[in-house]
Protein backbone atom coordinates (compact mmCIF):
# COMPACT_ATOMS: atom_id res chain seq x y z
CA UNK A 1 0.00 0.00 0.00
CA UNK A 2 1.32 3.23 -0.67
CA UNK A 3 0.10 6.16 1.44
CA UNK A 4 -0.59 9.37 -0.33
CA UNK A 5 0.66 12.39 1.59
CA UNK A 6 -1.34 16.22 1.33
CA UNK A 7 -4.67 14.11 2.46
CA UNK A 8 -5.40 13.36 5.74
CA UNK A 9 -7.54 9.82 5.95
CA UNK A 10 -9.94 10.68 8.90
CA UNK A 11 -9.70 7.60 11.30
CA UNK A 12 -10.92 7.04 15.01
CA UNK A 13 -8.08 8.66 17.52
CA UNK A 14 -6.77 6.40 19.33
CA UNK A 15 -7.76 7.11 23.42
CA UNK A 16 -6.47 4.99 26.68
CA UNK A 17 -9.62 4.42 27.87
CA UNK A 18 -11.30 2.28 31.23
CA UNK A 19 -9.92 -1.01 29.18
CA UNK A 20 -6.72 -0.06 26.75
CA UNK A 21 -4.86 -2.48 24.81
CA UNK A 22 -0.99 -2.74 25.04
CA UNK A 23 0.91 -3.09 21.89
CA UNK A 24 4.91 -3.51 21.73
CA UNK A 25 5.94 -1.66 18.73
CA UNK A 26 9.44 -1.06 17.85
CA UNK A 27 10.39 2.06 15.83
CA UNK A 28 13.79 3.40 13.88
CA UNK A 29 14.69 6.93 13.17
CA UNK A 30 17.04 7.48 10.48
CA UNK A 31 19.26 10.63 8.78
CA UNK A 32 20.16 8.78 5.67
CA UNK A 33 22.13 11.37 3.87
CA UNK A 34 20.40 10.20 0.54
CA UNK A 35 21.96 6.99 0.93
CA UNK A 36 25.60 8.60 0.95
CA UNK A 37 28.05 6.98 3.35
CA UNK A 38 30.99 8.10 4.88
CA UNK A 39 33.56 6.76 2.12
CA UNK A 40 30.72 9.51 -0.89
CA UNK A 41 29.51 6.21 -2.44
CA UNK A 42 25.82 6.04 -2.91
CA UNK A 43 24.42 2.75 -1.99
CA UNK A 44 21.24 1.92 -1.45
CA UNK A 45 21.31 -1.58 -0.80
CA UNK A 46 23.97 -0.93 2.03
CA UNK A 47 21.26 1.11 3.50
CA UNK A 48 18.75 -1.01 3.30
CA UNK A 49 20.63 -3.62 4.81
CA UNK A 50 20.78 -1.50 7.84
CA UNK A 51 17.56 -1.40 7.80
CA UNK A 52 16.53 -4.62 7.96
CA UNK A 53 19.00 -5.93 10.60
CA UNK A 54 16.77 -3.62 12.63
CA UNK A 55 14.02 -5.32 12.28
CA UNK A 56 11.65 -2.37 13.48
CA UNK A 57 7.76 -2.26 12.74
CA UNK A 58 7.99 1.33 11.59
CA UNK A 59 10.29 2.93 10.14
CA UNK A 60 11.35 7.03 9.77
CA UNK A 61 13.69 8.57 7.31
CA UNK A 62 14.55 11.84 6.82
CA UNK A 63 17.11 13.31 3.85
CA UNK A 64 15.26 10.82 1.18
CA UNK A 65 15.54 11.44 -2.40
CA UNK A 66 13.26 10.78 -5.04
CA UNK A 67 14.69 11.56 -8.93
CA UNK A 68 16.44 14.33 -7.59
CA UNK A 69 19.71 14.37 -8.88
CA UNK A 70 22.79 12.91 -9.12
CA UNK A 71 24.25 12.49 -5.88
CA UNK A 72 21.53 9.59 -5.17
CA UNK A 73 21.42 8.40 -9.79
CA UNK A 74 18.12 9.69 -9.42
CA UNK A 75 16.58 6.93 -8.08
CA UNK A 76 13.46 6.45 -6.69
CA UNK A 77 14.84 5.90 -3.29
CA UNK A 78 11.54 5.96 -0.57
CA UNK A 79 9.68 3.54 -3.00
CA UNK A 80 12.57 1.36 -3.66
CA UNK A 81 13.63 1.05 0.33
CA UNK A 82 9.66 0.34 0.80
CA UNK A 83 10.15 -2.87 -2.03
CA UNK A 84 12.65 -4.26 -0.17
CA UNK A 85 11.49 -4.31 3.08
CA UNK A 86 8.41 -5.17 2.18
CA UNK A 87 6.75 -2.45 4.32
CA UNK A 88 4.30 0.09 3.38
CA UNK A 89 5.14 3.53 1.96
CA UNK A 90 3.56 7.20 3.51
CA UNK A 91 6.15 10.12 1.84
CA UNK A 92 6.46 13.95 2.50
CA UNK A 93 7.84 15.77 0.41
CA UNK A 94 10.11 19.27 1.60
CA UNK A 95 11.10 19.98 -1.56
CA UNK A 96 9.17 19.43 -4.46
CA UNK A 97 10.21 20.52 -8.32
CA UNK A 98 9.77 19.91 -11.62
CA UNK A 99 12.27 17.26 -12.40
CA UNK A 100 13.22 14.90 -15.66
CA UNK A 101 9.83 13.82 -18.08
CA UNK A 102 7.27 13.31 -16.06
CA UNK A 103 9.39 13.00 -12.74
CA UNK A 104 9.32 15.24 -9.64
CA UNK A 105 12.50 16.31 -8.42
CA UNK A 106 11.90 15.97 -4.70
CA UNK A 107 13.41 15.35 -1.16
CA UNK A 108 12.18 15.31 2.02
CA UNK A 109 10.69 12.66 4.91
CA UNK A 110 9.39 8.85 4.58
CA UNK A 111 7.93 6.53 7.12
CA UNK A 112 8.13 2.72 6.06
CA UNK A 113 5.41 0.30 8.07
CA UNK A 114 4.81 -3.64 8.39
CA UNK A 115 1.84 -2.64 10.13
CA UNK A 116 -1.27 -1.07 8.42
CA UNK A 117 -0.75 2.90 7.60
CA UNK A 118 -4.37 4.78 8.34
CA UNK A 119 -3.14 7.72 5.94
CA UNK A 120 -1.13 10.77 6.49
CA UNK A 121 -0.78 14.36 6.21
CA UNK A 122 2.48 16.82 5.41
CA UNK A 123 2.70 20.30 7.52
CA UNK A 124 4.85 22.81 5.81
CA UNK A 125 7.16 24.00 8.62
CA UNK A 126 8.00 27.95 8.89
CA UNK A 127 11.45 29.43 8.33
CA UNK A 128 13.97 30.41 5.97
CA UNK A 129 15.97 29.04 4.05
CA UNK A 130 15.79 25.17 2.94
CA UNK A 131 12.03 23.92 3.08
CA UNK A 132 10.64 22.12 6.31
CA UNK A 133 7.99 19.96 6.83
CA UNK A 134 6.23 17.38 8.99
CA UNK A 135 4.92 14.11 8.01
CA UNK A 136 2.30 12.86 10.10
CA UNK A 137 1.00 9.21 10.04
CA UNK A 138 -1.68 7.03 11.42
CA UNK A 139 -0.30 3.38 12.12
CA UNK A 140 -3.06 0.57 13.15
CA UNK A 141 -2.52 -0.89 16.32
CA UNK A 142 -4.49 -3.54 17.73
CA UNK A 143 -7.67 -1.16 16.63
CA UNK A 144 -6.81 1.73 17.63
CA UNK A 145 -4.02 3.97 16.04
CA UNK A 146 -0.35 5.15 16.89
CA UNK A 147 0.35 9.25 15.51
CA UNK A 148 3.94 9.14 14.14
CA UNK A 149 5.37 11.84 12.61
CA UNK A 150 8.75 12.42 11.32
CA UNK A 151 10.75 15.86 10.32
CA UNK A 152 13.84 17.33 10.21
CA UNK A 153 14.02 20.92 11.47
CA UNK A 154 16.60 23.56 10.36
CA UNK A 155 20.42 23.73 10.75
CA UNK A 156 20.37 27.51 9.91
CA UNK A 157 19.23 28.87 13.30
CA UNK A 158 17.92 28.28 16.99
CA UNK A 159 15.12 31.03 16.34
CA UNK A 160 13.94 28.75 13.17
CA UNK A 161 13.92 25.74 14.92
CA UNK A 162 11.98 27.58 17.92
CA UNK A 163 9.14 27.97 15.60
CA UNK A 164 9.58 24.79 13.47
CA UNK A 165 9.37 23.19 17.39
CA UNK A 166 6.22 25.05 18.36
CA UNK A 167 4.30 23.74 15.19
CA UNK A 168 5.73 20.03 15.04
CA UNK A 169 4.39 20.44 19.03
CA UNK A 170 1.07 21.31 17.94
CA UNK A 171 0.02 18.62 16.18
CA UNK A 172 0.88 16.64 19.46
CA UNK A 173 -1.29 18.93 21.73
CA UNK A 174 -4.26 16.50 22.45
CA UNK A 175 -3.22 13.93 25.36
CA UNK A 176 -5.44 11.67 24.73
CA UNK A 177 -3.88 10.74 21.21
CA UNK A 178 -0.42 8.34 21.97
CA UNK A 179 1.51 9.77 19.34
CA UNK A 180 5.17 9.61 18.68
CA UNK A 181 7.44 12.62 17.52
CA UNK A 182 10.98 12.02 15.85
CA UNK A 183 14.00 12.84 13.53
CA UNK A 184 16.97 14.76 12.98
CA UNK A 185 15.73 17.84 15.01
CA UNK A 186 19.39 19.61 14.63
CA UNK A 187 19.86 20.46 18.98
CA UNK A 188 20.29 18.50 21.41
CA UNK A 189 17.17 17.05 23.46
CA UNK A 190 17.34 20.16 26.23
CA UNK A 191 17.66 22.97 23.95
CA UNK A 192 15.91 25.90 24.70
CA UNK A 193 14.19 26.13 21.10
CA UNK A 194 12.79 22.12 21.91
CA UNK A 195 11.04 23.43 24.72
CA UNK A 196 7.96 23.09 23.27
CA UNK A 197 8.19 19.61 22.48
CA UNK A 198 8.72 19.20 26.17
CA UNK A 199 5.32 20.77 27.19
CA UNK A 200 3.60 17.33 25.30
CA UNK A 201 5.80 15.14 25.16
CA UNK A 202 8.88 13.01 26.91
CA UNK A 203 12.26 12.49 25.51
CA UNK A 204 12.53 8.84 24.92
CA UNK A 205 16.07 8.55 25.19
CA UNK A 206 16.11 10.14 28.81
CA UNK A 207 12.82 7.75 29.88
CA UNK A 208 14.00 4.44 28.56
CA UNK A 209 14.41 1.15 31.08
CA UNK A 210 17.53 0.26 29.05
CA UNK A 211 19.90 2.41 26.78
CA UNK A 212 23.30 1.76 24.62
CA UNK A 213 24.82 3.09 22.19
CA UNK A 214 27.90 3.28 19.53
CA UNK A 215 29.91 5.83 21.60
CA UNK A 216 32.30 3.67 23.45
CA UNK A 217 33.91 2.43 19.74
CA UNK A 218 34.84 6.22 19.40
CA UNK A 219 34.76 8.52 22.35
CA UNK A 220 34.26 8.56 26.07
CA UNK A 221 30.74 9.48 25.96
CA UNK A 222 28.68 6.30 26.69
CA UNK A 223 25.55 6.28 26.96
CA UNK A 224 24.60 9.84 26.04
CA UNK A 225 22.67 8.71 22.80
CA UNK A 226 25.04 10.17 20.59
CA UNK A 227 24.18 9.71 17.19
CA UNK A 228 25.87 12.40 15.12
CA UNK A 229 28.54 12.64 13.10
CA UNK A 230 28.74 8.55 12.30
CA UNK A 231 32.50 8.43 12.48
CA UNK A 232 32.91 9.97 15.92
CA UNK A 233 29.43 10.88 17.55
CA UNK A 234 29.63 14.01 19.59
CA UNK A 235 25.76 15.24 19.03
CA UNK A 236 22.54 13.80 19.60
CA UNK A 237 20.25 15.57 17.35
CA UNK A 238 18.46 12.44 16.36
CA UNK A 239 15.82 11.97 18.95
CA UNK A 240 12.30 10.65 19.66
CA UNK A 241 9.97 11.89 22.00
CA UNK A 242 6.82 10.24 23.25
CA UNK A 243 3.54 11.30 24.83
CA UNK A 244 1.16 9.66 27.58
CA UNK A 245 0.15 6.36 27.08
CA UNK A 246 3.70 5.17 25.21
CA UNK A 247 6.37 3.48 27.60
CA UNK A 248 9.95 3.22 26.29
CA UNK A 249 11.27 0.17 27.28
CA UNK A 250 14.75 0.38 25.74
CA UNK A 251 16.29 2.72 23.38
CA UNK A 252 19.84 1.99 21.33
CA UNK A 253 21.84 3.76 18.81
CA UNK A 254 22.75 1.30 15.94
CA UNK A 255 25.70 1.14 14.14
CA UNK A 256 25.13 2.65 10.92
CA UNK A 257 27.36 0.79 9.05
CA UNK A 258 28.73 3.58 7.16
CA UNK A 259 25.36 4.01 5.61
CA UNK A 260 25.17 7.48 6.45
CA UNK A 261 26.72 10.42 8.15
CA UNK A 262 24.35 9.51 11.23
CA UNK A 263 23.53 6.59 13.06
CA UNK A 264 20.09 5.31 13.68
CA UNK A 265 18.11 5.65 16.82
CA UNK A 266 16.18 2.40 17.79
CA UNK A 267 13.11 2.39 20.30
CA UNK A 268 11.05 -0.77 21.58
CA UNK A 269 8.27 1.38 22.71
CA UNK A 270 4.95 -0.53 24.41
CA UNK A 271 1.38 1.43 23.37
CA UNK A 272 -1.39 1.71 25.21
CA UNK A 273 -4.57 2.64 23.13
CA UNK A 274 -8.15 2.33 23.42
CA UNK A 275 -9.86 0.14 21.08
CA UNK A 276 -11.46 2.30 17.84
CA UNK A 277 -15.18 2.58 18.40
Known sequence: MHVETGTLVVVNISVPGPNPVSRAVRLVTFNTHHGVGGDGRHDLARLAQVLQAADADVICLQEVDRHFGDRSEHADQALLLSRALGMELAWGPSIDEPGRGSERRQYGN??????????????????????????????????????????????????????????????????????????????????????????????????????????????????????????????????????????????????GAGASDHHPLLVDLEVSTAPAA
Open 110 to 255: AVLSRLPLLGSDLHRLPGRGEPRTALRTGVELAGGVLWVTTTHLSSRSADDRAGQAAAVAELHADPRAAAVLVGDLNADATAPELAPLRAHLRDAWETAADRSDQAWRFSLHARQGLTHPARRPRMRIDQVWVSAGVTVTGARVLD
